[in-house]
């Protein structure tokens, strides 16, 4: 069977959704998995998540990119500023995974050296992978790490990079569910830790899988420019 490469949106501590998806896709030793950032935080099982990310990089070929969430958590081992501003947004509920409230050190040093290691973004010869956004006019390595990260998608600015490769994006959550294709750009947020959906999307194929966290499984083929929330 050909080598698959498979993106999977923000699942932001859904372990459940998470897991379901992978029993769904099956992933093989020739496949490529791209975790396109926001693993952890505002969901209810950040430890379990890793766990499993941890599992599958001995399966496969994971690549787990940064996003923001990411980004906040490393900020926290710096200072209690930045560890009061993570806990705001999310990091409260990995620290409880971790059975703490405020003690950063109940996160592993494995797990740790697993989020430091994300790259900012996945290049392919068809596609390009980052957790938020990008600079159309920037190759990659000069893209900034706010757009890369931080800054939300907006389809009706959005413009095709200069590379001419379809880029594949979460970060910018799809309430109704939808993938949000506009043929050039992809976004795969489909909001799980808000009662939404986690979805992956086989690149090559198009096949889309959606798991939640009560662990509804759906799959459907790709549908171009699908409606946006």
Aim: glycine fraction near 8%.
């Amino acid at each position: 069977m050909n080598p698959r490469t498979i993106a999977i949106g923000d699942i932001h501590g859904c372990s459940i959704a998470l897991s379901r998806l992978i029993d769904a896709i099956q992933p093989r030793e020739q496949d490529t998995l791209v975790i396109l950032g926001d693993a952890i935080d505002c969901g209810p099982d950040s430890r379990g998540v890793i766990e499993t990310l941890l599992r599958l990089s001995q399966e496969c070929r994971l690549i787990p990119l940064m996003g923001n969430h990411e980004e906040m958590l490393l900020a926290a081992r710096e200072s209690r500023s930045e560890l009061r501003y993570w806990l705001k947004f999310g990091g409260d509920e990995t620290l409880r995974s971790y059975g703490s409230l405020d003690d950063l050190d109940a996160v592993p040093s494995g797990h740790v050296r697993f989020i430091k290691s994300s790259p900012q973004w996945h290049e392919s010869e068809e596609f390009i992978f980052v957790h938020a956004n990008y600079d159309p006019r920037l190759p990659m390595e000069r893209q900034s790490g706010t757009r890369l990260r931080w800054e939300h998608l907006d389809p009706s600015e959005a413009k095709p990079h200069v590379s001419g490769k379809t880029i594949i994006v979460g970060h910018t959550p799809q309430m109704k569910g939808n993938v949000l294709d506009l043929g050039f750009v992809v976004c795969l947020d489909t909001g799980c830790c808000e009662g939404g959906w986690l979805t992956a999307l086989d690149v090559t194929t198009g096949h889309i899988w959606q798991s939640n966290q009560q662990g509804r499984l759906r799959e459907r083929d790709r549908v171009l420019r699908e409606s946006h929330a």
